[in-house]
């Protein structure tokens, strides 16, 4: 829980300095995703109800981020239901994330661990803690897995100038606007030398699947961290893509070497 | 290992796990729609090769061009998303009528157009990003220009073309 706390705090941090709060951005637009969970969550009119009544962003910020603090400070000075407010986290995590996503931000997909850790600190049992936690890390292996297969799949992996085309689509806006700049000279070094970038793709898709060593065993596991590690930085400095938000599942991957707890111990 | 420890310490969570994982399956087998949080994680894996031309948004204020390279990412990000959210808005609108009114009525959800139908009020979005941008950029915006430009691919880099529409043409 505290590993949490630090990961989402310091994540907070981040998008505070970065304007990405709520009310800092004021969104008056949105976007329908091709997600079933979303149309039901927009046929209640929640999304225009924000839009239309700028005043509430703040509060649905303040509750978002103050949750899990609350929590903490319950679990740590031993009330014994704190788990009740893991599910009042949980419920306002999917709420604020679902209708977050709808604006101008980032897609949901990056979200997936802030909607799904609340579930963890539900459990009030250790074992159901410890399954819960292996779960976490075992969907964190199938997304990263999942993303190489889908290259696979979709055949982008065999695509020789696949990274040139990713990198016009992602970066045009600023290939066009930032002509001279060092950054867009090495976009288009990266664009006009297409096997060197395919290469950077390959890599990218075998970094991914190499997490599927965590299927068979956890001795790795501090690997797949470093591994994650550096396929964050990379992405961050060739995509200037940034996915933070998936950072709390590193705690599954630390914690995944401990073994099955005794019967009915408690946290 | 891990079903079996699960199944012999609760059943019920067994049975919760595979239910997680088999909508999951179903999801990536059905392609195209997803169900939080069952999503799919294949950014970027369809195949892409280089297009001859490419639409680019661009904000120009006070008749100077915005560059990339004075912002951060997440900076730029926030510059550029309510943009693309404008331009996709014939999109979003073409979803409702396509997808969303006959999935949902399949499955007797409500799903009334008022709640996904995005009107095109274009001075009113350019008022809020005139906003919007002075409180990124630190100072007011006087003159405002959000366009569409084509660039051509030519030579290996992106070359501009007299084509251009101003960003309120796109939404109709």
């Known amino acids: 829980m505290f590993g949490y706390g630090i990961i989402f705090y310091a994540i907070m941090v981040v998008k505070w300095s970065g304007g990405l709060f709520l009310f800092q951005l004021q969104p008056p637009i949105f976007n329908t995703p091709f997600n079933f969970a979303s149309w039901v969550l927009m046929g209640t009119g929640i999304h225009l109800w924000l839009i239309s009544n700028p005043g509430y962003w703040v509060w649905f910020d303040f509750a978002f981020y103050l949750l899990p603090a609350v929590y903490m400070l319950a679990f740590f000075v031993g009330q014994k239901r704190s788990h009740f407010l893991a599910i009042a986290m949980l419920l306002v995590n999917w709420l604020y994330i679902s209708c977050y996503t709808l604006f101008p931000t980032n897609s949901i997909e990056s979200y997936i661990g802030w909607l799904l850790f609340p579930v963890l600190f539900i459990t009030h049992q250790m074992r159901s803690y410890y399954f819960v936690l292996q779960g976490l890390r075992y969907f964190f292996l199938y997304i990263m897995v999942s993303a190489a297969s889908w290259k696979l799949v979709q055949q982008g992996l065999f695509n020789a100038q696949q990274m040139s085309g990713v990198l016009l689509y992602q970066h045009k806006e600023m290939l066009t606007s930032s002509p001279d700049h060092w950054l867009t000279n090495a976009y288009y070094w990266l664009i006009n030398h297409w096997l060197v970038s395919y290469w950077l793709y390959l890599l990218a898709t075998l970094l991914e699947a190499f997490f599927i060593i965590g299927f068979f065993t956890s001795r790795f596991d501090k690997w797949l961290i470093l591994a994650f590690v550096v396929f964050l930085v990379a992405d961050f400095l060739v995509m200037r893509i940034y996915y933070w938000e998936l950072l709390p599942f590193m705690l599954a991957l630390w914690y995944g070497k401990y073994r099955l707890p005794p019967k009915r111990s408690q946290l | ?172």
């Open chain 2, 1 to 172: 290992m891990y079903f079996k420890q699960l199944i012999s310490y609760k059943p019920r969570y067994f049975l919760l796990v595979v239910l997680f994982v088999l909508v999951q399956i179903f999801i990536n087998l059905k392609r195209g729609m997803v169900l939080t949080p069952f999503f799919h994680y294949g950014m970027y894996s369809q195949q892409m090769p280089p297009q001859k031309s490419y639409e680019v948004l661009e904000v120009w204020v006070d008749r100077k061009k915005l560059r990339g390279q004075d912002f951060l990412p997440w900076q730029w990000d926030k510059i550029m998303q309510p943009l693309v959210y404008f331009k996709n808005i014939s999109a979003n609108n073409l979803l409702y009528y396509s997808n969303v009114k006959r999935i949902s009525a399949a499955v007797f959800l409500p799903a009334d157009s008022t709640d996904f139908i995005i009107n095109c009020q274009y001075p009113l979005f350019e008022q809020w990003y005139s906003r919007y941008l002075s409180t990124i950029l630190k100072r007011p915006v006087t003159k405002l220009d959000l366009v569409v430009r084509h660039y051509n691919l030519q030579q290996g880099k992106l070359q501009t073309t007299i084509q251009v529409q101003h960003l309120a043409s796109t939404c109709r």
